[in-house]
């Protein structure tokens, strides 16, 4: 079992910051990948940003704004969102892909309950 602790969220205004933070806890031998997801009410979930094997990739309405980090000895994994627009208005929920175990099977995904971000029009 992995558990998350997400914080961060809130309501900000138009051009505004958020910093978000997730922190994961369990059975974790390692952690190959994190990164977040955001889905809006009414519209498909969305990959913000993914960070992992020394690289991080950004949906292309994110790019140049948010900014994705890891701390691999607290399993936590940030995204920093600048000049926020309604559009990121959305539930913002981490994950991680983790080994739990010694074999090499003993790996998966795992999902945070998430964070609203709203950012009124």
């Known amino acids: 079992q992995v558990q998350f602790v997400e914080s961060g969220g809130g309501s900000v205004q138009p051009g505004g910051s958020l910093r978000l933070s997730c922190t994961a806890s369990g059975s974790i031998f390692s952690i190959y990948a994190m990164g977040w997801y955001r889905q809006a009410p009414g519209k498909q979930r969305e990959l913000v940003a993914h960070?992992?094997?020394?690289?991080?990739n950004y949906a292309d309405s994110v790019k140049g704004r948010f900014t994705i980090s890891r701390d691999d000895a607290k399993n936590a994994v940030y995204l920093q969102m600048n000049s926020l627009t309604p559009e990121d208005t959305a539930v913002y929920s981490c994950y991680a892909y983790v080994q739990y175990g010694p074999s090499v099977g003993d790996a998966g995904p795992y999902w945070g309950q998430g964070t609203q971000v709203t950012v009124p029009s």
């Open positions: 960070i992992g094997g020394g690289t991080s």
